[in-house]
């Protein structure tokens, strides 16, 4: 049966200031200290089902510095990169590359957040810009088999925009250009009847 989510439940706001490129781009470099990404990964037990937390290579921290998990084997011994280490409050925005801001996301999922939560709502900001951030997830309560999944996201994104309009920064802008003719297109085709 198909479960139903309470979104308000799983969701927060954060709040944000735009900081300049360089002091994000600091931040970013600390991805070289293997330490605090060792603490990131560890700390999320439900990892270890997808790779071992205590064989940590050298490949698998090249690719944890450039914000990839460690390298995980599908069903048929396949390697892939499933996971993003995601910055929870965004680099541009002030974050840290410290272990409390940090949480290994299924590559998916760390797109859907960027694609049709954060990134729609900072566009355009300038650096000094402050604002209060909507629909984010509230990681304590959101579980790796809800981001893994497609229903939950495309739930999810359903909630954004009947909640609060939020849409991703392409469909936003045109249907800006077309006085809400196009969301109503749009929404329909994504999701059925505007909601009464």
């Not at 090249?62 to 390298?71: L, M, V, Y």
């Amino acid at each position: 049966m198909f479960k139903k989510y309470d979104f308000k439940s799983l969701t927060t706001t954060m709040d944000i200031e735009i900081i300049d490129p360089k002091e994000s781009q600091r931040e970013r470099n600390r991805y070289d200290d293997k330490r605090d990404l060792k603490s990131t990964i560890y700390k999320y037990y439900y990892y270890s089902e997808f790779f071992d937390c205590d064989a940590l290579t050298e490949r698998d921290m090249e690719f944890i510095k450039k914000g990839f998990s460690p390298i995980s084997k599908d069903e048929n011994g396949k390697e892939s990169k499933m996971f993003t280490v995601h910055h929870i409050q965004p680099l541009n925005c002030g974050g840290k590359t410290l272990p409390d801001n940090l949480i290994p996301l299924p590559k998916k999922f760390h797109s859907f957040i960027h694609e049709k939560i954060i990134d729609p709502q900072i566009q355009g900001m300038q650096v000094g810009d402050k604002k209060t951030i909507i629909g984010v997830p509230d990681f304590s309560k959101i579980t790796l088999d809800m981001m893994m999944d497609s229903s939950f996201r495309i739930q999810y994104h359903k909630f954004i925009v009947d909640e609060y309009r939020l849409l991703p920064i392409a469909v936003a802008s045109k249907s800006k250009r077309d006085n809400g003719q196009f969301f109503g297109n749009w929404y329909k085709s994504h999701f059925g009847s505007i909601k009464d």
